[in-house]
């Protein structure tokens, strides 16, 4: 089970304390919305080494409380710590969909984009969304998968709005 007022302190903490109790207030008063962009803020303006670990998490985080898209940019422009991780943010702020064949028949008509590869084992953790008739990606995607390389099999599929449980998923796949 993940306790997310722990989590929201363990990223207040990576900042000065007043801009640390701005983003732990967020968290008590229910805007987690402004507090996801109060941390990213913070973390630039004080220029704050994260960890790859962390800024993945940020970024599970931001997309559970539909500011990842708002903060991708900045966030990884976030000074990293330069040690090893066992996590990676991939496909960036643009991140276009995979190419090729489906990866999985489960997926098969959504268009995959890549968010988070394990460094150890190579999996990576996807959104899967549909194309709306205009062009543009869903604003949430259909599911999260975690396949077991760019090009697949899926391993497991997770529910629109599982995007943490999926991380864990990738998480417990380090190696």
């Given at each position: 089970?993940?306790?997310?007022?722990?989590?929201?302190?363990r990223?207040?903490?990576?900042?000065?304390?007043?801009?640390g109790?701005?983003?732990?207030?967020?968290?008590?008063?229910?805007?987690?919305e402004?507090?996801?962009?109060?941390?990213?803020?913070?973390?630039?303006?004080?220029r704050?080494?994260?960890?790859?670990?962390?800024?993945?998490?940020?970024?599970?985080?931001?997309?559970v409380?539909?500011?990842?898209?708002?903060?991708?940019?900045?966030?990884?422009?976030?000074?990293?710590?330069?040690?090893?991780?066992g996590?990676?943010?991939?496909?960036?702020?643009?991140a276009?969909?995979?190419?090729?064949?489906?990866?999985?028949?489960?997926?098969?008509?959504?268009?995959?984009?890549?968010?988070?590869?394990?460094?150890?084992?190579?999996?990576l953790?996807?959104?899967?969304?549909?194309?709306?008739?205009?062009?543009?990606?869903?604003?949430?995607?259909?599911?999260?998968?975690?396949?077991?390389?760019?090009?697949?099999?899926?391993l497991?599929?997770?529910?629109?709005?599982?995007?943490?449980?999926?991380?864990?998923?990738?998480?417990?796949?380090h190696?």
């Open positions: 089970m993940i306790d997310e007022a722990e989590v929201w302190d990223f207040a903490a990576l900042l000065p304390d007043a801009d109790d701005e983003v732990r207030v967020c968290w008590e008063v229910g805007e987690q402004a507090g996801v962009g109060l941390l990213v803020d913070g973390l630039l303006r004080h704050v080494r994260i960890g790859e670990d962390t800024r993945a998490e940020i970024s599970v985080v931001a997309e409380w539909g500011m990842r898209a708002a903060v991708a940019g900045r966030l990884a422009e976030c000074a990293g710590d330069g040690r090893p991780a996590l990676e943010l991939v496909g960036g702020a643009d276009v969909p995979l190419g090729g064949e489906p990866v999985d028949p489960a997926l098969d008509g959504f268009l995959l984009i890549p968010w988070i590869r394990s460094t150890g084992s190579g999996r953790l996807v959104r899967a969304h549909v194309e709306e008739p205009w062009g543009d990606l869903s604003l949430i995607p259909e599911y999260y998968g975690v396949l077991a390389s760019e090009r697949g099999p899926v497991r599929l997770f529910e629109s709005f599982t995007a943490r449980e999926a991380l864990e998923e990738l998480r417990g796949s190696s």
